[in-house]
């Protein structure tokens, strides 16, 4: 079966400090990879995706993630933190196999300490 | 519309009694789902419509949930006797394309009490 892992519930990081937040997965196929923030009460807005070419996909408000295949990983990634980064994060897979659906992960809740 | 908006936003309802969300998806979207949020985890898939294919119910967890898509745009996806673990907040997405890469758009949600 398809499936998405995030080791992570919380994640904790300095105001400044680079973030990483993690996210494996295991497939049959090519995987096509997104990140999704939550913040509170609100719904879940597209960060990035990775289709196909480049191992890193850079997306909305300075994040990036990068696809090792290897490693079947997808770890979100930001070379330095805001108190506003604070939100719940969404790793997703789709795959071909005749579904659209989107397979999400658990969550990760970042924390960005001033 | 500039996004996906669903209502209500919040909906308190007694147990055993039927209730239903709706979702206006992203104009010109042709593809419609609908995620479950429940405390503590992921989210859950539930259905997903494209255009007038047949849609996939494969996540519907009981025959007490259904949907509906009507005239290829708004969607409404109803609970009947309603139960208490039914509580979660009820997500709704629409996307452009059927295309894998394509990613898809949220809306606010509906969070549903069942008391």
């Known amino acids: 079966a398809q499936s998405v892992a995030q080791p992570e519930d919380q994640v904790n990081v300095a105001e400044g400090n680079p973030l990483t937040v993690k996210c494996t997965y295991s497939?049959?196929?090519?995987?096509?990879l997104f990140w999704y923030v939550q913040y509170p009460n609100r719904g879940l807005q597209f960060l990035l995706k990775?289709?196909?070419?480049?191992?890193l996909v850079k997306g909305s408000y300075g994040f990036e993630a990068e696809f090792n295949k290897s490693q079947t990983s997808f770890h979100l990634k930001k070379p330095s933190a805001l108190v506003s980064d604070s939100a719940l994060y969404f790793c997703?897979?789709?795959?071909?196999?005749?579904?659209?659906?989107?397979?999400f992960g658990t969550g990760t809740r970042l924390k960005v300490l001033a | 519309g500039a996004g996906v908006s669903q209502s209500p936003s919040n909906k308190v309802t007694e147990k055993g009694k039927d209730v239903e969300l709706r979702c206006d998806p992203i104009s010109g979207h042709t593809a419609l789902y609908w995620y479950r949020q429940s405390l503590g985890q992921g989210l859950e898939f539930l259905i997903y419509?494209?255009?007038?294919?047949?849609?996939?119910k494969s996540g519907l967890p009981s025959d007490r949930f259904s949907a509906e898509r009507t005239g290829g745009s708004v969607s409404t996806l109803t609970i009947q006797r309603t139960q208490q673990e039914d509580s979660a907040v009820y997500l709704c997405?629409?996307?452009?394309?059927?295309?894998?890469?394509?990613?898809?758009?949220f809306g606010q949600g509906t969070r549903l009490t069942v008391v």
């Open positions: 997405a629409s996307s452009s394309m059927t295309g894998l890469g394509t990613e898809a758009f």
């Open positions: 990775y289709i196909t070419g480049d191992n």
């Open positions: 497939v049959s196929g090519n995987p096509y």
């Open positions: 419509f494209q255009g007038n294919s047949a849609p996939d």
């Open positions: 997703a897979v789709r795959v071909g196999d005749g579904t659209y659906k989107y397979i």
